[in-house]
């Protein structure tokens, strides 16, 4: 698309929202300072390069066998460019533990220290990339259906002291970048069958997070995750979302909201306000699930775009921390990650763009038939000029022209390996 009708559609757009209220160059300010948190883990199938690595287990499943994922960390690294490339605004990089840089050598999970990240810290800085950070119960021989509350006291401990070390690596991140590691803990733990012991597992979850939690940390920040069920784990979860709720409320930590973690007609967005009442911040994660959480790639389906209205009409864009987390095998996965990022913006923009001062005031006074015309008008407003402009701004392709650069990367690249 030429620059000169991507500024003449941006100025139809511009005069549109104006007569609503609506700033559109205010909002473009804000997509600047609208940071996603990429998952490393979208390259490679959640494969991590630990030398012991195993089959991946722990309740979740990546499907599909589409060539070319990356199989070290030069090609994780290549991958996460290419893909950052292509994709408006400045954007951190979400890590698993399980993507040290081992170099090589058995490191297990209980001695695992900053060493083996800094590279990545390095890679940072030297690539304008904040990083985050993750604990990873998954995949291991000790991982079993139950880790952080297994009854097994040797078990438990191996994953305290894990989850611990973790916790020491993402202050060390958050200290050398000079803004905080959000780092979020999530364990698959749960049942396949029918239990008779949920006291015990929820009891024993709660006293390993109380060990892991106990020592204050000043350059990092804790989340925590729950899920409905896992993969081979359908019976019971002990770490619920009530389990967590309550613990994030008592405890002042950051609630992961993971859009793939819920029932099928449970509404993420509508949990913004309510648990913001009683948490400090919100961490999301956002896929998208198809009657479970199959981590399909993010578009801009209702659930998404109902999810960053309520945070923009809740005021609370300074309190919530923005991750993707989808891992589809079955297509270009430098695609997948163009397409989810650029769409979660695209939910973003929208919701900075909806004239919500004026639908408030008309809600308030009982204006209703107003109120739902206006949103319904708005919802065929000139948005995607507006996201035009973003893209040409930050110089990275506009509309479908990222395509022909992701394939062209196949060909040269990913093809080859």
Request: hydrophobic letters at 35%; aromatic letters at 10%.
């Amino acid at each position: 698309m030429k620059e000169t009708a991507i500024l003449q559609a941006y100025e139809i757009a511009r005069e549109r929202y104006a007569a609503l209220g609506v700033d559109t160059d205010k909002v473009l300010e804000q997509m600047q300072d609208f940071h996603l948190s990429m998952h490393c883990w979208q390259a490679d199938d959640v494969k991590g390069f630990e030398v012991q690595a195993g089959a991946l287990s722990g309740g979740i499943q990546s499907t599909g066998n589409y060539p070319g994922a990356a199989r070290n960390i030069d090609e994780l690294r290549a991958d996460i460019l290419k893909a950052k490339s292509l994709i408006p605004g400045t954007h951190r990089l979400n890590l698993h533990e399980i993507y040290g840089d081992f170099q090589g050598k058995v490191v297990d999970r209980d001695e695992v220290t900053v060493d083996y990240f800094k590279s990545w810290i390095e890679w940072g800085r030297e690539n304008n990339t904040l990083l985050d950070f993750n604990s990873t119960s998954f995949s291991h021989p000790k991982s079993g259906n139950l880790s952080l509350s297994n009854p097994d006291k040797g078990i438990r401990d191996f994953w305290i002291e894990h989850t611990r070390r973790c916790r020491d690596i993402a202050d060390e991140m958050g200290k050398a970048q000079g803004d905080p590691c959000i780092m979020n803990v999530w364990v698959h733990d749960g049942c396949k069958d029918v239990s008779v012991n949920h006291m015990l597992y929820r009891s024993l979850l709660k006293d390993s997070l109380d060990k892991i939690f106990a020592e204050d940390k000043k350059y990092m920040k804790d989340c925590i995750e729950g899920k409905v069920f896992g993969i081979g784990l359908e019976s019971f979860t002990v770490g619920s979302h009530d389990f967590y709720t309550a613990y994030a409320a008592q405890r002042g930590k950051i609630l992961t909201i993971d859009t793939g973690h819920y029932h099928p007609s449970e509404v993420p967005g509508d949990k913004v306000s309510a648990v913001l009442q009683f948490v400090p911040e919100l961490m999301l994660h956002v896929s998208r699930p198809i009657r479970w959480d199959s981590d399909h790639v993010t578009i801009m389906d209702d659930m998404t775009q109902d999810l960053f209205f309520e945070i923009v009409r809740a005021g609370a864009m300074d309190r919530v921390h923005y991750g993707l987390d989808y891992f589809d095998g079955s297509i270009n996965r430098i695609g997948a990650y163009v397409i989810g990022s650029r769409a979660a913006q695209k939910c973003m923009l929208k919701a900075l763009l909806e004239p919500r001062e004026l639908i408030s005031r008309y809600e308030i006074e009982g204006r209703t038939f107003e109120t739902l015309a206006l949103i319904e008008e708005g919802k065929a407003l000139p948005w995607n000029a507006v996201y035009d402009l973003f893209c040409l701004r930050n110089g990275v392709p506009v509309g479908d022209a990222f395509i022909p650069e992701i394939l062209s990367y196949e060909k040269e690249v990913t093809s080859r390996r």
